[in-house]
Nanobody, 124 residues
Framework: QVQLVESGGDLVQPGGSLRLSCAVS????????ISWFRQAPGKAREGISC????????LYVDSVKDRFTISRDNAKNTVYLQMNSLKPEDTAVYYC?????????????????WGQGTQVTVSS
């Protein structure tokens, strides 16, 4: 049974930082791509970052590039999203999701496994 559990969401001031965690069980990270998605109120869910299982390659959408960093700890089977220079428009529920490595591209294929989400609010 594959489970993903996010944590680390909080209320933070603009310009601040947060680190989200995604604890994965039931699969090993070297065979699965883990992606972070977010959904702001009234908006569609969007994929923002991915770390591939086989080679650890990472990718980011333009809106978070140079501010967010995705990483993983294989020993802990956990993926992280370090978020710096946060903006009010980053306010959303953040989800992590897992798919077999070959199906990493969220634009082409829906992810199979999802966490419950964690709320990030950026406000003064």
């Amino acid at each position: 049974q594959v489970q993903l559990v996010e944590s680390g969401g909080d209320l933070v001031q603009p310009g601040g930082s947060l680190r989200l965690s995604c604890a994965v069980s039931g699969v090993t990270l070297d065979g699965y791509a883990i992606s972070w998605f977010r959904q702001a109120p009234g908006k569609a869910r969007e994929g923002i970052s991915c770390i591939k299982g086989s080679d650890g390659d990472t990718l980011y959408v333009d809106s978070v590039k140079d501010r967010f960093t995705i990483s993983r700890d294989n020993a802990k089977n956990t993926v992280y999203l370090q978020m710096n220079s946060l903006k009010p428009e980053d306010t959303a529920v953040y989800y992590c999701a897992a798919n077999p490595d070959w199906a990493w591209d969220w634009a082409r294929r829906e992810y199979d496994y999802w966490g419950q989400g964690t709320q990030v609010t950026v406000s003064s």
